[in-house]
């Protein structure tokens, strides 16, 4: 049972939702034609990341200054539901190309948008929507609403019936994401992504496959700060014993579809043998994780618990 993921780096057409929306559409198409399973999209994709003015950028932002909420009450009307013609369109596309579509989107929510992911199935249903839950609260995703929970589900896919999971960017930089998904079942966890993912960042997911024996698909936005798309099939060690390179594909700079095949016969198999996800681990002793106490040197007058 080979799963195909593809990988669509892309330019967006800036906060353009339409020009986003025919680019999206034009990459599934080809996604398809290349056999895949699920197309996964970039974060934030209906505007593109883009912040709150063109003159504003992340390193800039300060949630405190007074000069930001106009421009922050403009950049919630690009928010979107899921009845809205964006979405609409890639459920329709997803029915038409019979591939599951994970689109994504600054979804409206009651007070502060979200920064969601839609994971539509191959017949047009939604079958799983998350929301980031590690909000960029030192940026502009101060101006969002963090996720309250993490999510698997059964996704069918025309190559077979697979345990889903999302997490958004920041998201991967914390454990307790990837091993809460594991913990639900999640075989392959999905990741739009809209930063650099330079050494450090790409060791972090390699970790995140490895220790919790779970592929790792991670969709970036093109450009020399962004790119590098990769993932990761989450065995480390073949059936001798030996260590081998979970890397499955990983991007360049340009823009592309890169198709990352998962044989998850092979990982079911691993999974069911080797030492490492929820074999062996001691939950009581890890009571403090859960604790919402933090000192310093961690205190940080943006962070929202």
């Not at 993921?5 to 290349?34: I, T, W, Y």
């Not at 594909?249 to 069911?272: P, Q, V, W």
Request: glycine share 6%; with cysteine.
């Amino acid at each position: 049972m080979i799963i195909k993921v593809a990988l669509l780096q892309m330019f967006p057409h800036g906060n353009n939702q339409r020009k986003n929306l025919e680019k999206g559409d034009e990459f599934c198409r080809k996604a398809s034609k290349l056999g895949a399973d699920i197309a996964l999209f970039p974060e934030m994709w209906n505007i593109g990341y883009t912040p709150y003015h063109h003159e504003v950028w992340e390193h800039d932002y300060d949630p405190f200054n007074p000069k930001y909420p106009k421009l922050r009450e403009k950049w919630k009307e690009q928010a979107i539901n899921q009845n809205d013609d964006f979405i609409v369109h890639f459920t329709n596309l997803a029915r038409e190309l019979d591939m599951a579509i994970a689109i994504t989107y600054l979804e409206k929510w009651p007070g502060l948008p979200r920064n969601s992911i839609a994971l539509i199935d191959r017949h047009g249903k939604i079958v799983m929507t998350y929301a980031k839950v590690h909000t960029c609260d030192f940026s502009l995703e101060a101006a969002c609403t963090p996720g309250e929970d993490f999510y698997v589900c059964d996704l069918n896919t025309k190559s077979g019936d697979i345990k889903v999971g999302a997490m958004i960017c920041y998201d991967r930089e914390f454990p307790e994401s990837a091993r809460i998904l594991m913990l639900k079942g999640a075989e392959i966890i999905l990741i739009p992504n809209a930063c650099e993912m330079d050494i450090n960042r790409t060791a972090q997911l390699r970790a995140r496959a490895f220790e919790n024996m779970v592929a790792i698909a991670l969709a970036n936005y093109a450009g020399e700060e962004h790119g590098n798309s990769m993932a990761y099939d989450g065995m480390a060690y073949d059936e001798n014993g030996k260590s081998r390179d979970m890397l499955v594909i990983k991007a360049g700079k340009n823009e592309g579809i890169y198709i990352a095949e998962f044989d998850i016969d092979k990982l079911r198999d691993y999974r069911s043998r080797e030492t490492w996800g929820n074999a062996f681990r001691k939950p009581d002793r890890y009571t403090m994780l859960i604790s919402p106490e933090v000192n310093e040197p961690f205190i940080r007058k943006e962070a929202r618990r």
